[in-house]
């Protein structure tokens, strides 16, 4: 299930930040992980449909799109500015440090005013998953 993450505005267009994200999501390499003692391969795909980009994360085993664990939507919010609503699934692991990796590199990308805060997130959460 989506959670509300965040919500921020970036003085972008909306379709320069959607173009951003289905971009920076497509370069996501698959990564391994442990489920039930076994070692499978998630792949990542973005969609955009509309002002939408939804990120699902499909296990070698399983068919389909796969769950979709993070949501942008992007609106126009000003004549120069949109505003990104941001979701993620906040039970897995996973989805956590990759919501907020795509979310530091978006800030820093358009230096919006949330970077210094998004990136220091980012670090926080990459300490601790290194210690714990």
């Known amino acids: 299930m989506l959670t509300y993450a965040l919500q921020e505005a970036i003085d972008a267009s909306t379709d320069d930040i959607?173009?951003?994200l289905e971009r920076d999501i497509r370069s996501i390499h698959p990564y391994k992980q442990k489920l039930?003692?076994?070692?499978?391969t998630v792949h990542i795909q973005g969609v955009r449909t509309g002002n939408i980009i939804a990120v699902y994360?499909?296990?070698?085993t399983s068919?389909?799109?796969?769950d979709e664990m993070i949501r942008f939507e992007v609106v126009r919010h000003t004549k120069t500015?949109?505003?990104v609503k941001a979701f993620y699934e906040c039970d897995n692991p996973h989805s956590i440090l990759m919501f907020h990796r795509i979310w530091a590199r978006l800030a820093i990308a358009f230096r919006?005013?949330?970077a210094g805060e998004a990136l220091r997130k980012l670090n926080k959460i990459e300490k601790q998953k290194k210690t714990g």
């Open 112 to 114: 919006a005013d949330f």
């Open 81 to 83: 500015s949109s505003m």
């Open 36 to 40: 039930e003692g076994a070692e499978i």
């Open 57 to 60: 994360a499909r296990t070698s």
């Open 63 to 66: 068919e389909g799109r796969g």
């Open 18 to 20: 959607l173009d951003f």
